[in-house]
């Protein structure tokens, strides 16, 4: 319906089709902070942007980890939470989505909101690898970006985001599926419950693992499959 293979045609990269994918969800949509969308579907998203609507950065993540399904792409989306993210009444989270990319072989972090992918030299990053990289001070970050979007503004307003990270461990389409997702929490600190003071965290499990946290999605559908989990909450 969309003709994205189209949009991912001329790439030859895994790299290449997952900024392409994302450079095509950044001007699809328009974001606009104050709105809420009800619907999690794809289709609505896409739908309603062709009728004028805007939406958050939660259905731009939610678009891309679809779209790039569609393509052969696995990617889920990913929430960011920043630390008080309990007490904090507003904005305490970002919302994007991280693809697996089999020639990097790893997760990568890609914000369709910003079309921005996070880079350390000539290397893809995923979100908690970002975060390690800012507290490093590392100066090779940079982003692969088909705009002009500044690395510098990114990083700044991004840094706050990057405590909490959790995400939807089965994401196929179109069927029947279990909505229990996966935190991943620092070592020692709290496993929230509550988001931004009156929303229940549901269905959630928590690990301070990061390998489990950034396995193969293969590795991710036996957790899913499994029940694995440190702690759930109901």
């Known amino acids: 319906m ?44 896409l739908h309603a942007a062709q009728a004028g609507e805007s939406v958050q950065c939660v259905e731009y993540g939610l678009v891309l980890a679809t779209a790039l399904n569609a393509v052969g792409i696995r990617a889920r989306p990913l929430y960011l939470k920043a630390a008080n993210v309990q007490t904090k009444a ?40 970002l975060q390690q990289a800012l507290q490093a001070g590392r100066p090779e970050l940079t982003v692969l970006s088909s705009t002009r979007a500044g690395a510098r503004s990114y990083f700044r307003w991004v840094k706050q985001y990057l405590y909490y990270f959790d995400t939807v461990l089965d994401n196929r389409y179109g069927i029947s599926k279990s909505s229990t997702g ?20 549901r269905n959630m499990r928590y690990t301070s693992s990061a390998a489990t946290f950034y396995a193969s999605p293969v590795a991710n559908e036996r957790i899913a499959q499994s029940g694995f989990g440190e702690s759930q909450v109901h």
């Open 90 to 129: 507003s904005a305490a989270g970002h919302a994007l989505a991280e693809a697996w990319l089999p020639d990097q072989g790893k997760w990568v972090m890609v914000d369709a909101q910003a079309d921005i992918i996070p880079m350390l030299g000539p290397t893809p990053l995923n979100a908690l690898e």
């Open 182 to 201: 996966l935190m991943l929490v620092p070592s020692g600190a709290h496993k929230p419950t509550i988001f931004q003071r009156t929303t229940r965290i």
């Open 2 to 45: 969309f003709g994205l293979a189209n949009v991912v045609a001329s790439e030859n990269t895994d790299l290449g089709r997952a900024r392409a994918m994302c450079r095509w969800v950044y001007f699809r949509l328009e974001h606009d902070g104050r709105q809420t969308f009800k619907s999690t579907d794809a289709f609505d998203i």
